[in-house]
C-alpha cells in the first residue's frame, strides 16, 4: 500500500477521527511520519488540557507500521510496550515524529538473524507549537525473523 493511502486511510479510522488525531505525513519510503492533535471538545480531560489516553494513542502503531514496510514480509513486527511521562499539560495542538533509520534497520535483520527475538526502544517526544515538550513516549518494537 502507498504511504498517502496509508496516512489518508489512519485519518479516517475511527479511533483516530473521534479522538482529533491527524496523520500528517507518512514519507513514501516508509521512514518518517508526523502526527497532529488538536485540542477539541472529545478528547480534552476534566481540566481542560489534552486526554492522557488521546496523547498515547497518537504515538501507538507508527514504529511498528515504519519497520513493518521496511522489514519485509520475512519478518514479525509487534508493538510491544509502552510507556508515557506527562510532562505539561497539552493545550492547543501537540506534535509527534516518528523517525527510523537503515542503521535502525540493519540492526534488527542483525539481531535477528540467528532466530532470536529482539527488543527495540524507541522515544517518541510530544511537542506544542512553541516547541515545548508535552510527554515524552517510550515505544518498544518485538522483531522475529520467520521460520
Given at each position: 500500500?502507498?504511504?498517502?493511502?496509508?496516512?489518508?486511510?489512519?485519518?479516517?479510522?475511527?479511533?483516530?477521527?473521534?479522538?482529533?488525531?491527524?496523520?500528517?505525513?507518512?514519507?513514501?519510503?516508509?521512514?518518517?511520519?508526523?502526527?497532529?492533535?488538536?485540542?477539541?471538545?472529545?478528547?480534552?480531560?476534566?481540566?481542560?488540557?489534552?486526554?492522557?489516553?488521546?496523547?498515547?494513542?497518537?504515538?501507538?502503531?507508527?514504529?511498528?507500521?515504519?519497520?513493518?514496510?521496511?522489514?519485509?514480509?520475512?519478518?514479525?513486527?509487534?508493538?510491544?510496550?509502552?510507556?508515557?511521562?506527562?510532562?505539561?499539560?497539552?493545550?492547543?495542538?501537540?506534535?509527534?515524529?516518528?523517525?527510523?533509520?537503515?542503521?535502525?534497520?540493519?540492526?534488527?535483520?542483525?539481531?535477528?538473524?540467528?532466530?532470536?527475538?529482539?527488543?527495540?526502544d524507541h522515544d517518541v517526544a510530544i511537542r506544542a507549537r512553541d516547541g515545548?515538550?508535552?510527554?515524552?513516549?517510550?515505544?518498544?518494537?518485538?522483531?522475529?525473523?520467520?521460520?
Amino acid at each position: 500500500m502507498k504511504a498517502s493511502t496509508l496516512r489518508r486511510l489512519m485519518n479516517i479510522w475511527p479511533p483516530y477521527l473521534a479522538a482529533g488525531i491527524r496523520v500528517r505525513e507518512i514519507s513514501a519510503d516508509y521512514r518518517y511520519a508526523r502526527v497532529d492533535l488538536r485540542l477539541g471538545l472529545l478528547n480534552r480531560n476534566y481540566v481542560g488540557v489534552h486526554f492522557g489516553g488521546s496523547l498515547f494513542a497518537m504515538a501507538d502503531p507508527f514504529y511498528m507500521l515504519l519497520y513493518l514496510k521496511n522489514m519485509g514480509p520475512d519478518y514479525v513486527v509487534w508493538d510491544r510496550a509502552g510507556q508515557i511521562e506527562f510532562l505539561r499539560p497539552g493545550r492547543g495542538t501537540v506534535t509527534a515524529e516518528f523517525r527510523i533509520s537503515e542503521q535502525d534497520i540493519e540492526r534488527a535483520r542483525r539481531e535477528t538473524a540467528d532466530g532470536q527475538r529482539f527488543l527495540v526502544d524507541h522515544d517518541v517526544a510530544i511537542r506544542a507549537r512553541d516547541g515545548e515538550l508535552v510527554a515524552r513516549v517510550r515505544r518498544t518494537v518485538y522483531f522475529k525473523q520467520k521460520p
